[in-house]
């Protein structure tokens, strides 16, 4: 069983800063990607920052420039620098992990959400 244990949610001032961690634990084998994904009040989950297993990262356009992701393989972790952050940014953020299973059968893991909410 996977497990994906997040960090570092909580409330900050427009302008202020926070770092989010997600650290996998168990049977994992052959990660592919993580990323981390936010939803806010009434909107869909979307797709804030990724980073592929040869270290490639993509962002949301409304992240770029101000979020910067990274990750540590020996730890399993994965973070989410979040700089200049703006009252849009309040959401709850998942970490996703995909990778491939021995048998080549893919899989997804979701961490349980941290709350990030960012005051005017």
């Known amino acids: 069983q996977v497990q994906l244990v997040e960090s570092g949610g909580g409330l900050v001032q427009a302008g202020g800063s926070l770092t989010l961690s997600c650290t996998a634990s168990?049977?994992?084998?052959?990660?592919?990607?993580m990323g981390w994904y936010r939803q806010a009040a009434g909107k869909q989950r979307e797709l804030v920052a990724g980073i592929n297993s040869g270290g490639g990262t993509n962002y949301a356009d409304s992240v770029q420039g101000r979020f910067t992701i990274s990750r540590d393989n020996a730890k399993k972790t994965v973070y989410l620098q979040m700089n200049s952050l703006e009252p849009e940014d309040t959401a709850v953020y998942y970490c996703?992990?995909?990778?491939?299973?021995?048998?080549?059968?893919?899989?997804?893991?979701w961490g349980q959400g941290t709350q990030v909410t960012v005051s005017s």
């Open positions: 996703k992990l995909e990778g491939t299973w021995y048998s080549g059968t893919p899989y997804h893991f």
């Open positions: 168990g049977s994992i084998f052959s990660i592919n990607f």
